[in-house]
Nanobody, 120 residues
Framework: QVQLVESGGGLVQPGGSLGLSCAAS????????MGWYRQAPGNERELVAT???????NYADSVKGRFTLSRDNAKKTVYLQMSSLKPEDTAVYYC??????????????WGQGTQVTVSS
């Protein structure tokens, strides 16, 4: 059974920092690209950042220079460090796992989501 367990959301003031983590189980982490997406009320879910099994990262333009995504393969965990937070970063943040096998089979998993609110 695949599980993505997110933690670390909460309320933070503008300009502040917050860290999210996502612990994965039931997947082959070494062949899985991990990512974070977010969805604000009335908006579609959007990419925040992804990190491949080799550690290559990709960030949405809106978070470049402010967010840092990293992974610990031994712990099967990814970490999203968010700084210089803005009210527009307010959203439910979802952890995502994208596992691709050599036969081209793809499995896509989502966490339950964690709320991040940036407000004074």
């Amino acid at each position: 059974q695949v599980q993505l367990v997110e933690s670390g959301g909460g309320l933070v003031q503008p300009g502040g920092s917050l860290g999210l983590s996502c612990a994965a189980s039931g997947i082959i982490f070494s062949i899985t690209t991990m990512g974070w997406y977010r969805q604000a009320p009335g908006n579609e879910r959007e990419l925040v950042a992804t990190i491949t099994s080799g550690g290559s990262t990709n960030y949405a333009d809106s978070v470049k220079g402010r967010f840092t995504l990293s992974r610990d393969n031994a712990k099967k965990t990814v970490y999203l460090q968010m700084s210089s937070l803005k009210p527009e970063d307010t959203a439910v943040y979802y952890c995502n796992a994208d596992t691709r096998y050599s036969d081209a089979t793809v499995y896509y998993y989502w966490g339950q989501g964690t709320q991040v609110t940036v407000s004074s």
